[in-house]
């Protein structure tokens, strides 16, 4: 895998850790379903032995669940040979009234804590501080302000507070970069055009299912600012060679739109010998504001199974037919 030219004008320790596959952690958090915790540390080493150095977690998976799992995992690993991020946005405080589960927020862990929102300076503060005790880290090297859009728009605290205070800590050297994460691209577009973020983590809008028309790939490409690419299988719509009926899109069932796109997808995958997977993994890395594509593992068959689709050889004429066929927008 290779990154584009945006890539350069990042620091040359998370240019070589983004250099191979990301990976998240937000199924360690419990998403969806309960994940044994030592299925987590070794799906970490798998991808640790196979040269993965870029993970990412955040404290919303799991209510901090996920982070501590990675922390253990990083515990005995040489803190300057990987690239390590987190988020902010979103307070761990003692829930005043909790349930049991955290079933509500798509994480199956006790909720004995819950989420505050906040986008301030003092928010980016507390959470930063509380995130490297949960990971057991002295650093990170990038913090993302975690979904601003919801679920109401946050854009301008996140402007008057965590963004001077990201500027300020990227400038004194504690971390190395900082971004934004979101699946909405306007949202998005609006940062990159305002606020001057390093890096944007994009969720399931650039895809081989979907494209964003917000121009907020080109708007990256031209402004220097990279893009990391999550979501990239769209909830599992993309991840087996033939869709499923049943297949979700959005953390949902999949519309009949999405299905029969990914239908058309799978057929003329199937005509080039690649498979819809294959597709879909090494699609972002073509634009050349993307440094990195990263995918959710919870276990070491996900790890090795990613890893042999990031590295199977696609046709040109596979792309080129996909565009011919009006399946795929042509880069800009």
Partial sequence: MTSGPVAT?????????????????????????????????DALETGWNAGLRFFDTAPHYGL???????????????????????????????NPQPTGSDAVNGFMVSDELARVRDYTAEGVRCSLEASLDR??????????IHDPEEPTDRFDEAIAGAVPELNRLRDEGVISAWGVGSKDPAMLRRFVDQAGPDLIMLAG?????????????????EQGVGVVAVGIFNSGL???????EDAWYEYGPAPEWALDRARGLAVVASEHGVSLPEAALQFPWRHPA??????????????????ELATAKIPEAFWNDLQARGLLKEIV
């Fill in 64 to 94: 901090g669940l996920s982070e501590k799992r990675l922390g253990q995992f990083l515990q005995n690993r040489p803190r300057e040979s990987y690239v390590l991020s987190t988020k902010v946005g979103r307070l761990l405080r003692p």
């Fill in 135 to 144: 990971l057991g880290v002295d650093f990170v090297d990038i913090l993302w």
């Fill in 238 to 244: 993309l991840a087996r060679p033939k869709p499923a």
């Fill in 205 to 221: 809008r650039y895809t081989l299912l979907e494209q964003e028309r917000e121009g907020l790939m080109a708007a990256c490409h």
């Fill in 290 to 307: 993307v440094v990195n594509v990263m995918a959710g593992m919870r276990t070491p068959a996900h790890v090795k199974s990613n890893l």
């Fill in 9 to 41: 004008r990042l620091p040359e320790t998370l240019r070589a850790a983004f250099s191979t596959l990301g990976f998240g952690t937000a199924q360690f958090g419990n998403m969806g379903r309960e994940v044994n915790e030592r299925d987590c540390l």
